[in-house]
């Protein structure tokens, strides 16, 4: 994934407010990047953009080596699809349904048959832990259990790019650091990158890279 001189501009009351100004930044796939700064620096504005939720005002958005600035809305909503991952601060999971249903759903969403798309699921969950969980639905789990489902289902149609906002930031610290290792050993094991936004500096120094939003652009440390 690799963005261009990146431009997002908010009015707010009455005021312009510059919160991207020319960011750039590249993610190979393996990598695990960490996005920090300051709360309101801009590092959710930037995740939706890259994840191709929102569109920047100017800027290039490249992922899977497609340009998605090119794409009419709904060529961009089936390259999200298939190609990004989300996971965020709460686990967003569907309460009514267990643990590898949450992974079963989005692979169904894509097209994938039940049976093809439950066999992943069992697996991604055995990846992250939680072979033994699959069947619980997501009130049944701690919150690292369930950030870990979370993780999986991020995983579950093979993107390219994996997009985590704060994802360890609902969690207690010991927690916080096996959600992160586990979130870690995927990336580093697998084909695809990840952009994690973090304030946990300790976290953020154990990534590949640390890119920090200031002042709207991006300063690689
Ligand atoms: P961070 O995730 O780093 O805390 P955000 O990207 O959430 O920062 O927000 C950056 C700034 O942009 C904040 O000042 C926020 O209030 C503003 N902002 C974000 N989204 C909107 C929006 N949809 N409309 C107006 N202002 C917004
Ligand atoms: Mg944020």
């Known amino acids: 994934m690799q963005i261009d001189g990146l431009v997002r501009t908010f009015k707010q009351a009455g005021e312009t407010l510059n919160v991207l100004r020319g960011a750039s930044l590249r993610v190979e796939g393996g990598e695990l990047v960490a996005l920090v700064g300051p709360s309101g620096a801009g590092k959710s504005t930037l995740l939706?953009?890259?994840?191709?939720?929102?569109k920047a005002d100017a800027g290039e958005i490249r992922v899977g080596g497609k340009l998605a600035n090119a794409l009419s809305d709904a060529e961009r909503t089936a390259l999200r699809r298939q190609s990004i991952g989300f996971v965020y601060q709460f686990h967003h999971l569907l309460p009514e349904f267990s643990a590898v249903e949450n992974i079963v759903l989005p692979q169904m969403i894509s097209g994938i048959a039940k049976s093809v798309a439950r066999k992943r699921a069992m697996e991604l969950l055995?990846?992250?832990?939680?072979?033994?969980?699959?069947?619980h639905r997501p009130a049944r789990l701690s919150g690292g259990e369930q950030q870990r489902v979370a993780i999986a289902r991020a995983l579950a149609n093979r993107p390219k790019l994996l997009i985590a906002d704060e994802p360890t930031g609902n969690l207690d610290h010991k927690t916080a650091e096996d959600v992160f290792a586990?979130?870690?050993?995927?990336?580093?094991?697998?084909?695809?990158?990840?952009?994690?936004?973090?304030?946990?500096?300790?976290?953020?120094?154990r990534m590949d890279r640390i890119l920090e939003l200031r002042d709207g652009v991006l300063v690689q440390h």
Request: aromatic share 2%; no cysteine.
């Open 48 to 54: 939706h953009i890259a994840g191709l939720l929102e």
């Open 126 to 135: 055995e990846l992250v832990g939680l072979g033994a969980r699959a069947s």
């Open 182 to 205: 586990v979130l870690a050993n995927l990336v580093r094991g697998g084909d695809f990158g990840a952009l994690v936004a973090t304030h946990n500096l300790d976290l953020a120094a």
